[in-house]
């Protein structure tokens, strides 16, 4: 187990350095954030991509449930310029998971996922806004013994002060697994804080 541990922490730093995954906000470089549901909990670091052409945003990501599944994941994701609708923010990338899930028996699995990320400013002033995201590992890019991987959250934030955010919503994910049953990590509502470092 410690010996997988640090696999997905070198995973992680090999990706770029040290999150429900959601855009970062505007007015942030830099923010660590912490969610937690009845059986789940999630710590997040988002940064600016070192990408300086492309508007783009890194979000690591490790995740741990009551049944000791250990998911580490590092996202790409690129802004979008369409402005169809005023204060809304749409991300488009890849995101890659690493996860040691507890089923039957042991079972590693490496999944690289397509997505988006969406956040709705409701109330700017406020920082009061709907967020989302959706992912999706088709078999091709899913490797291990799992098939696919399904990743949805939504919910909305609210700024308490000017560097600490509310967070709550309802995320669902899960693997569908070879010979084995699938695996629901995530099927509950959560909360959590985020800090902007900068």
Wanted: aromatic share 10%; with cysteine; glycine share 8%.
């Amino acid at each position: 187990m410690r010996a997988y541990v640090l696999g997905i922490c070198s995973f992680l730093l090999a990706a770029g350095g040290v999150e429900a995954q959601v855009p970062r906000s505007a007015d942030s470089n830099r923010a660590v954030d912490a969610t937690i549901g009845n059986k789940v909990l999630q710590l997040r670091y988002l940064t600016r991509s070192p990408l300086g052409a492309a508007k783009s945003d890194l979000d690591y990501g490790l995740l741990v449930t009551e049944n000791n599944d250990l998911i580490g994941s590092a996202a790409l994701m690129f802004e979008t310029d369409l402005d169809q609708v005023p204060r809304l923010r749409l991300e488009i990338g890849p995101q890659a998971y690493l996860a040691r899930l507890v089923t039957q028996q042991k079972t590693d699995v490496f999944a690289l996922a397509a997505g988006a990320n969406a956040r709705y400013d409701i109330i700017r002033r406020l920082g009061l806004a709907a967020v989302g995201s959706a992912f999706y590992s088709p078999g091709v890019l899913t490797f291990g013994s799992a098939h696919n991987l399904y990743d949805f959250t939504a919910g909305v934030e609210l700024r308490f002060a000017s560097r600490l955010t509310g967070m709550a919503g309802y995320r669902w994910m899960k693997f569908t697994l070879v010979n084995q049953p699938d695996i629901k990590v995530t099927n509950e509502l959560f909360a959590g804080l985020r800090w902007r470092l900068d």
